[in-house]
């Protein structure tokens, strides 16, 4: 497995973080801690959380997953795991804020109130990458990030990123970071993978320019790029859950992602996988472990399996003529997300 820096951080992580955003909903206590052992046995060091996991977010199960890490975190040496989580920031219409009365927004009082229930629940003197979760593009960055700097100036965080952020956000709060002489973000989250491949452009040179890593979530496009949504809605899917039970934004979200495009883009890829002898989660991870402004690929997973098959993709490198039968898909079925196929940041 690779290492790479965080940004300018200086940190460095494995090229394959294990995200945690089911622990405590689709996955209990006890398989929780079982795929983190499986990941740090396979020596994934990267591990990523939120205060609002697990999803989909309730006022029942906020901070649920910090509890679960915290707890497994006490079985492991602290300084051999580099910790990732989040404070929320504003739901943008994608749901209500269930804490800090539903208002959350990223002023220095909450971000201080957060990080110190963070702290708590992780039972943890330190965050080694402090995220803002969702922008908050009317707070006056000065202020936001001038609150993240003193909690690094205080031990309490390594280093600062963001998360679902725009091109123009980014490069916003980096000229109020280089201007206030502030923290500076050194990561972005965002959801990237082959049916969401908008990174590639705008944000990418982003990253390549201002020397910020991107760590992109959701790389097997919400399960979709396994192919199990092919053929009929699995059980005890996010998605299908969505669709079945979910309000407006999510049945929204679902239909954005399980759409005739997607699961033909899906159905083709497969395809590819099947001919290199590999499943279709391994090169997916691998594709996006092979863009250079990518630091580490978020996987998630829900089973052992899930995990196992994402791991496949390790020490896999998908040669110039996969990459190019790859990229013919996207020419003939570009951004499936959208209807229209227009890319937009």
């Known amino acids: 497995m690779q290492r790479r820096c965080l940004g300018q951080s200086g940190i460095s992580v494995t090229d394959i973080c294990m995200g945690t955003m089911t622990f405590g909903s689709q996955c209990d206590e006890s398989l929780s801690h079982a795929i983190m052992d499986r990941a740090y046995d396979a020596g994934i060091d990267f591990l990523d959380a ?14 649920r997953t910090e509890e679960i890490v915290g707890r497994w975190l006490q079985t492991k040496p602290r300084d051999q795991i580099i910790l990732a989580t989040k404070i929320t920031g504003p739901g943008h219409g994608w749901f209500s804020p269930p804490v800090r009365g539903g208002r959350t927004a990223l002023d220095a009082h909450q971000i201080f109130a957060a990080v110190e ?33 003193r909690l690094r100036e205080q031990g309490k965080v390594r280093a600062v990123g963001c998360s679902n952020e725009t091109c123009w956000g980014l490069m916003k709060n980096l000229w109020a970071s280089e201007k206030y002489g502030v923290a500076r973000y050194d990561t972005v989250q965002n959801n990237f ?14 990253c ?12 097997l496009g919400g399960g979709v790029l396994t192919g199990k949504y092919n053929e009929s809605l699995p059980d005890n899917a996010r998605f299908t859950d969505y669709i079945q039970n979910g309000g407006p934004r999510q049945k929204s979200m679902a ?3 399980v759409n005739d495009r997607t699961l033909e883009t899906t159905r083709r890829l497969s395809q590819i996988a099947s001919d290199l002898g590999i499943s279709p989660a391994a090169m997916a991870v691998a594709w996006s ?6 630091a580490s690929t978020i996987v998630g997973a829900t089973t052992l399996k899930q995990l196992d098959e994402s791991l496949q993709a390790v020490d896999l490198i998908l040669d110039r003529e996969t990459l190019d039968r790859i990229d013919e898909i996207d020419v003939d079925i570009p951004c499936p997300l959208r209807e229209d196929g227009l890319r937009r940041l």
């Open 117 to 149: 229930d963070s702290l708590r629940r992780l039972q943890t003197e330190y965050i080694d990458l402090y995220q803002t979760h969702w922008p908050d593009h009317g707070m006056r960055y000065q202020d936001s990030l001038g609150a993240l700097e």
């Open 208 to 219: 390549r320019r201002e020397n910020v890593s991107l760590l992109p979530y959701s790389p």
């Open 50 to 63: 939120a205060e609002m996991y697990p999803v989909p977010p309730t006022a029942e199960t906020f901070g």
């Open 193 to 206: 993978s082959l049916i969401n491949r908008r990174c590639e452009s705008e944000l990418a040179q982003v």
């Open 255 to 257: 239909a954005r992602f």
């Open 289 to 294: 472990r092979q863009h250079d402004f990518v």
